[in-house]
């Protein structure tokens, strides 16, 4: 049963020990440590893939907020004051790519190791969380008789046929996440809303978008090239139909490639084969033989490359379902052009567990809260979600009414680049300048914390 009036307001379960179920577990544990949470991961332990990720400004005031930030910066390549920027190149010819535009922020990306994260936000859990390995949930139960103000317990099921109870589930379990299958599933039998229509939510789906990702060691590429340019800047080399971001992570003594190739016409098809698995170096190196020297040699060093299969969750109409709520890739899986991904699972967690450990949240306020956190963070996400979408197409200059890559010999400059590529690629680059002008714009979480509190205030006034 739920817990008593006189101990802990309520009991929170997490299913999903990434990013974001971490950072929830921290932040309720911050602002609230007579909370139990229960976290509970499919897994054996608490892991990663082994790559790269990029956190944005905004997000540095939530590690600054939660007492992570010089944790973070000890593993950041560059400080966040001292970014050296962004270069694209036009890349897919053999002779020789060009330099198309260059960002500089003054604020800009952390890049870092994504295991290295983990492990610095795994050292911070608060005691009242207690980890449950090797626990891949199936399915849960919402109480028989439930309405707004119900305190009756939420049955979670597990693989191994165990069972547990909580009074507040968070689904931080991923882009395959069963949490919103439970969720739409509920929806769909029991709501008054287009039943057929909210079953489109529970499956991702295919975006036609591949990714190889690998690790080169900075020494070995350096041995290669000492002036390549992937071992100064974030890196993006530009080509029909598909191109290679890189960053150097670790210090600067890993370079850290995603190699991406997009055919629009798979969009929303049923992908045939694993998510993700392992590719050899020749796949990775025959997509790239075409392109400039510079990324026929980074791709020849890739030891062992992983594919995986880009999917993405459809916008979602809610996120919040009485006392269950999606966070992080659960909720808005996105593709990776802006490297925001993690950064909003990140503001999801802040805003979520700040509203969920306020003192104004009671067991039978709780929806409440879980409904305000929709309504500040979903459309956020969602936005950051769309326009990467999109935004991808252009960089591969698949875009309908842009660019389309093609090359020709009228008016050549002395670069011998002629007129159609070089407007078609400057309309596209302003295009995406505005839209970086754009994510720029939106509020970030501590932005996001302040109208959602005020909200909670409203809510429990009223």
Sequence with gaps: MSLSESGPKFRVAICGAGIGGLVLAITIGKYDPSIPIDLYEAHDSIDTAGVGITVWPKTHDVMINLGLFDEFEQIFTYGPEHSPGQMARRSDMREGGYLWFQTVHRHGPSLMHRQQMVAILERHLPASCTVHPKKRLVGYIEPEQEDAHSTSPIRLEFADGTTATTDVL??????????????????????????????????????????????????????????????????????????????????????????????????????????????????????????????????????KPSKWALHVVKPLPFCVRKRVALIGDACHAMTPHYGAGAGQAIDDAFVLGRLIAHPLTSLSRV????????????????????????????????????????????????????????????????ELLRRWDILDGLKGALQAWEDAELKLVGAVSY
């Design 367 to 430: 929806q409440d809260a879980l409904r305000i956190y929709e309504d500040v963070r979903l459309p956020i996400a969602l936005s950051v979600a769309s326009h990467s979408l999109s935004t991808g197409w252009m960089y591969s200059f698949l875009a309908p009414g842009y660019y389309d890559g093609a090359r020709t010999e009228d008016d050549l400059d002395d670069s011998g680049i002629g007129s159609y590529e070089r407007e078609g690629m400057e309309v596209i680059k302003q």
């Design 170 to 303: 968070i689904g931080a379990d991923g882009i395959r996440s069963t949490v919103r299958k439970t969720m739409f599933e509920a929806a769909s039998k029991n709501d008054g809303e287009d039943k057929t229509d909210l079953k489109q939510y529970i499956d991702a789906t295919f975006t036609g978008i591949t990714i190889y990702r690998a690790l080169v060691a900075q020494e070995v590429l350096r041995k290669e090239n000492p002036e390549h340019t992937s071992l100064k800047k974030m890196t993006a080399y530009i080509g029909k139909g598909r191109n290679i971001v890189t960053y150097p992570i670790a210090k600067g003594t890993i370079i850290n490639l995603a190699a991406l190739t997009s055919n629009p016409s798979l969009t929303g098809t049923q992908y045939e084969g694993h998510w993700v698995s392992d590719a050899t170096r020749d796949e990775v190196v025959e997509y790239f033989e075409v392109f400039e020297p510079d990324v026929r040699t980074l791709v020849k060093l890739c030891e």
